[in-house]
């Protein structure tokens, strides 16, 4: 005998109160390409101090989680003559914002440096990552 499950119902009042929750936690994705590069043995790092910064305000959101890039104070190798992609997870942005740079705060040089990436609707983006 096969159980039926039966979709709950939801007051309409708790249903609004949830979404302004989820805009509020809304996550901005940003897949980075480090160029390819000729040279043997590079390696690469994301410091936590990594974030965006709204081009409009004061804002600036957090990294909250890196994927195939190691945190400092580890590195993950490079493949020779390979575009290396890596995915960053921010916290989310304001909702008024246009444009935001992607700045990695650290106390040497050669941090990356994306500046005045457009705001799109879906909060994912592409980027090609540059040293400032």
Not at 79 to 106: A, H, N, R, Y
Request: charged residues 25%.
């Amino acid at each position: 005998m096969e159980e039926v499950v039966v979709k709950p119902v939801i007051a309409k009042e708790l249903l609004e109160s949830l979404q302004y929750k989820v805009q509020e936690e809304k996550q901005v994705i940003v897949h980075c390409c480090f160029p390819a590069s000729p040279f043997l043995g590079n390696l690469i790092r994301i410091w936590h101090s990594t974030y965006l910064f709204d081009n409009q305000s004061e804002h600036r959101s957090k990294l909250i989680h890196a994927e195939n890039i190691s945190i400092s104070p580890y590195w993950t190798p490079v493949p020779f003559m390979q575009d290396f992609w890596f995915t960053l997870i921010f916290s989310g942005l304001p909702k008024d914002c246009k444009s935001f740079d992607l700045k990695e705060v650290i106390p040497e040089e050669g941090g990356f440096f994306v500046e005045s990436i457009k705001r799109n609707s879906s909060d994912v983006y592409r980027v090609k990552i540059s040293e400032f």
